[in-house]
C-alpha cells in the first residue's frame, strides 16, 4: 500500500525509506505480545505536536512505568511541548522532531531515533511521517492502532492507553508530576482564570471574562486572577478596561511556576488550551468553555471537571476561524451559565 509519495518511497538524503503498518487486532496480537513482554526493554512513543495534546498522551507512560520499572522510555515529540520536559517524570529521554521539511533537522532525527535503539515503537498519531519514522528505528516491533479505531471516535488519552491493554499491562489515567514542583510555598489563589489558546475560534469573548471577573469580585470578595503563556499577552490590553481589581499574570510565569500555582489553586475557568489539560491532570476543579472542538476527544478527563459547551451548530466545527461573525460559538456560552457553575464549585469546596 502506498504510504508516501507515488512510488511508496520518500528520500531523505541518501536514505530511502519504505515505512510499515502492523494491523494490530486484540485476538491476534494481544496473546503474542503478553508472551514477549519481558523483550519489552526500550519503548519509544512517537506522541503529538502540542503541549496540551502531549499531556494527555503521558498516562501511557505512567502505565509502562508502573508495570515495568525498569524498561527505558522515549517520547518523540514536536518543539511546541518542549516545555513539558520540566514537568513529568517517568520519560528518560525527549526527542524533539523540528521542521519536516529541513534536511538537517530529519537527519538529527534520525540519529537521535536510532540512538535510542527502541525494540518497539508505538505511533500514537499515525501518518506517513512517523511511519517512517518508526521503520528508520529498525525495532523489532511497530504498534499502531488505526486499524482497531478506524471509525471509533476515542478520546486521545483513551486512544493512548489502548496501547497499555494491547501491551497487557493496566492503563493508569495519571501522569507524574515532578515532586519538586509542589515544594514552592505561596499564598493560595481561589481561582484562576485562562482566556488564552491558539486558534480564534476557541476564544471566549473577552467582554465575558471581564463580566464574569467584576462579578467574582463584589460577590464573592475574590481577586480575579488572569494567567497563561507568553502568546496570550496582546489579552493584558483588554484586561485594562475592567472595573474592578484583579492580578494578571499572563505571560510572566514559567510551566514550572504555573503548575505550582495550579497546585495553589482551587478552581480554573478556561477554554480550550494546554493549562485546562494540566489542571485536569493535577485533579483541580476545572471548568471548561468549549466552543468549535469537540471536549469527547480532547476535553478533561477527571471527574473534577466540568464542560460547558459546544452548542448547536457548532458542534465538532473544527475550524480555526469562525465562518459568521466573530466568536460566534463561543458567544452561547454565557457569563451566567459560567459564574453559576464556579460558584457553585466554591460554595462546595467548603462542604
Not at 524533539?96 to 530529519?106: A, L, N, P, T, V
Not at 493508569?172 to 486558534?199: D, Q
Not at 480575579?224 to 484583579?246: H, Q
Not at 493535577?282 to 468549535?292: D, P, Q, R
Request: charge should be positive; hydrophobic fraction near 40%.
Amino acid at each position: 500500500m502506498n504510504y508516501l509519495n507515488g512510488t511508496g518511497f520518500r528520500p531523505w538524503g541518501k536514505w530511502h525509506i519504505k515505512p510499515i503498518r502492523i494491523n494490530l487486532h486484540w485476538k491476534r496480537w494481544g496473546n503474542l505480545l503478553r508472551r514477549s513482554m519481558n523483550h519489552f526493554s526500550r519503548i519509544l512513543v512517537i506522541s503529538m505536536n502540542y503541549f496540551g495534546d502531549i499531556l494527555m498522551t503521558l498516562p501511557l507512560c505512567t502505565s509502562i512505568k508502573k508495570a515495568w520499572p525498569h524498561a527505558r522510555v522515549a517520547y518523540c515529540i514536536g518543539n511546541k511541548g518542549a516545555g513539558i520536559t520540566g514537568l513529568t517524570e517517568g520519560v528518560d529521554f525527549w526527542i524533539f522532531r523540528g521542521k519536516k521539511d529541513s534536511f538537517f533537522s530529519k537527519n538529527r532525527l534520525i540519529r537521535e531515533i536510532r540512538s535510542f535503539a527502541p525494540d518497539t515503537v508505538i505511533l500514537i498519531r499515525q501518518s506517513p511521517y512517523t511511519e517512517a519514522l518508526a521503520t528508520a528505528a529498525s525495532p523489532k516491533r511497530i504498534l499502531g492502532h488505526s486499524d482497531i479505531s478506524e471509525g471509533i471516535k476515542q478520546h486521545v488519552t483513551e486512544k493512548s492507553l489502548s496501547f497499555a491493554k494491547v501491551l497487557g499491562i493496566p492503563p493508569i489515567k495519571e501522569v507524574l508530576f515532578k515532586k519538586e514542583l509542589f515544594a514552592v510555598e505561596g499564598e493560595a489563589i481561589p481561582v484562576l482564570f485562562f482566556p488564552g489558546t491558539t486558534r480564534p475560534s476557541k476564544m471566549w469573548p473577552i467582554d465575558h471574562w471581564l463580566q464574569l471577573g467584576e462579578r467574582l469580585w463584589k460577590e464573592k470578595g475574590i481577586l480575579p486572577v488572569f494567567a497563561g503563556s507568553r502568546s496570550d499577552m496582546p489579552l493584558s490590553k483588554s484586561l485594562k478596561r475592567a472595573k474592578f481589581p484583579y492580578k494578571d499574570l499572563i505571560g510572566k510565569t514559567s510551566l514550572k511556576e504555573l503548575t505550582a500555582l495550579l497546585e495553589r489553586t482551587e478552581a480554573v475557568v478556561t477554554v480550550d488550551n494546554g493549562a485546562m489539560h494540566l489542571a485536569d491532570f493535577l485533579h483541580k476543579k476545572v471548568i471548561a468553555l468549549f466552543g468549535s472542538t469537540d471536549p469527547f476527544l480532547v476535553g478533561p478527563v477527571h471527574k473534577e471537571a466540568e464542560t460547558i459547551g459546544p452548542r448547536g451548530e457548532c458542534i465538532k466545527c473544527g475550524k480555526k476561524r469562525c465562518m459568521r461573525r466573530r466568536f460566534y460559538c463561543m458567544a452561547q456560552l454565557t457569563v451566567d451559565e459560567v459564574q453559576n457553575t464556579l460558584f457553585q464549585a466554591l460554595e462546595n469546596r467548603c462542604h
